[in-house]
């Protein structure tokens, strides 16, 4: 093996420690990764028929109000001024989220001002009123008022967890937004839009080094020269994989959601006219519809069909991709035993979406990847301090 650093996981957080420790401490790195490509959940290719983009994991939108991130993302790629929005199909009629003043007034069939407004959901949250919410639905009902909450939240929420919110904890939801004014950017964050030639260029420019190696369909756990076994000890390892199975599951199995996402090539130039559909009604069975054309308006797409992707919620089985962190009281505590177990782990760094088991949007997961390069491994290799 000829590394003087291994990275399990070529996602962002993979990827920009490689990028810094090759770039700026001039040390050979290995990153391997389980899938044919690099890049994580963020990866991206064209549709066969139609070369349109399609975000291969869900789709992802780039936004960040972090300066030193955003000054990092830009030495890879460009992004275009896409701003992302959703609206929400109920009852026959489409609304646009999050909830503003435009989806009240076509709700109530009303013309408030925010004043008015804010008063009538304020009126109808007090439903509730001084009551402990003894589980999701009456959370969202103390929130934002029954009406509101029983169109787009209740079964969209029960979709997503493949269970009736009567029966998830309250603490599931901490606030829903709600505009009173006509802003439906769904991001307020200082900088947004999509990397000008795609995810995938994005990716493999910051893989592109002399010093750094990738190696593809490889697992850390199967036996290699850079499995678990013959590289624990000799060199020191960033590990992005599942914190439960790098221990092998001895502290119990963490819980995550998953997604199964469903393609279809359509004849048509444009599908829904938007981005992204959500489904708050019971009858759907899939919670979203994302037709990709719309995040790329300026490229000159096909007009003789479009690539739309229905998307599924529920609970990840062993072998599904986790994508979202369940997060019950019972797995804070495997949690912290898993931490434990980790901070003991001589040379070996955790980070990432599943390394840390936490929610991390793109943005998030390049400036915690920056801290652990800055905090971590530059002090190490510059100065000789202890791995931990
Ligand atoms: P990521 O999961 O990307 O990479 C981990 C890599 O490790 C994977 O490639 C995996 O194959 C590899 N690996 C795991 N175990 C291994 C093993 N044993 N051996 C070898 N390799 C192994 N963010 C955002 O900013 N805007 C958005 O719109 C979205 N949308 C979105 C939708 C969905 C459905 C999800 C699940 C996530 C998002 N995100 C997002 C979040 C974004 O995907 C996230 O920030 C990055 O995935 C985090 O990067 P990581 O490198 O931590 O993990």
């Not at 990764?33 to 549709?47: K, P, Q």
């Not at 975000?55 to 030495?75: D, Q």
């Not at 759907?284 to 690539?307: G, L």
Request: aromatic share 12%; net charge negative.
């Amino acid at each position: 093996m000829n590394a003087d650093l291994v990275i399990v996981g070529s996602g962002f957080f993979g990827l920009t420690i490689a990028e810094r420790a090759a770039k700026e401490l001039n040390l050979k790195v290995a990153v391997l990764d389980r899938r044919h490509h690099i890049g994580g959940n963020a990866y991206s290719e064209n549709e066969a028929q139609t070369g349109i983009e399609v975000h291969r994991y869900g789709a992802h939108l780039f936004h960040t109000s972090n300066e030193k991130v955003w000054e990092y993302v830009n030495r890879f790629t460009q992004f275009t001024n896409y701003q992302h929005k959703v609206y929400t199909s109920h009852g026959g009629e489409v609304y646009s989220m999050p909830i503003n003043l435009g989806t009240i007034n076509q709700f109530f069939r009303s013309a408030y001002g925010p004043a008015e407004a804010r008063a009538l959901i304020q009126e109808q949250a007090g439903e509730l009123a001084g009551t402990d919410p003894k589980n999701l639905n009456d959370k969202g009902i103390q929130l934002i008022g029954r009406p509101l909450y029983e169109a787009f939240i209740k079964h969209y929420t029960g979709k997503q967890w493949q269970t009736d919110p009567k029966d998830l904890p309250a603490e599931i939801i901490s606030r829903l937004p709600v505009r009173y004014n006509y802003d439906n950017r769904y991001f307020n964050d200082t900088h947004e839009g999509l990397p000008v030639d795609g995810y995938t260029a994005w990716i493999e420019r910051m893989a592109d080094h002399p010093n750094i190696e990738v190696v593809l369909n490889t697992d850390f756990f199967d036996e290699g020269e850079f499995s678990r076994s013959s590289v624990l000890g000799q060199v020191p390892v960033v590990y992005t994989g599942p914190v439960d199975k790098y221990f092998d599951y001895t502290e119990g199995d963490l819980s995550w959601r998953t997604i199964d996402l469903e393609e279809e090539v359509l004849p048509v130039e444009d599908f829904q006219g938007c981005a992204v559909m959500n489904y708050p009604d019971e009858d759907a069975p899939y919670t979203r519809i994302h037709e990709f054309r719309h995040f790329h308006p300026e490229r000159d797409y096909t007009k003789d069909a479009t690539v739309i992707m229905r998307e599924f919620s529920r609970f990840a089985q062993k072998g599904d991709e986790p994508y979202y962190p369940v997060n019950t009281a019972e797995d804070r505590r495997k949690l912290l035993a898993y931490r434990d177990l980790a901070k003991a782990e001589p040379s070996v760094l955790f980070g990432g979406r599943l390394g840390t088991y936490k929610y991390l949007d793109m943005h998030m997961a390049i400036g915690s990847a920056l801290s652990m390069f800055e905090n971590k491994i530059k002090p190490h290799f510059s100065g000789g301090s202890k791995l931990e």
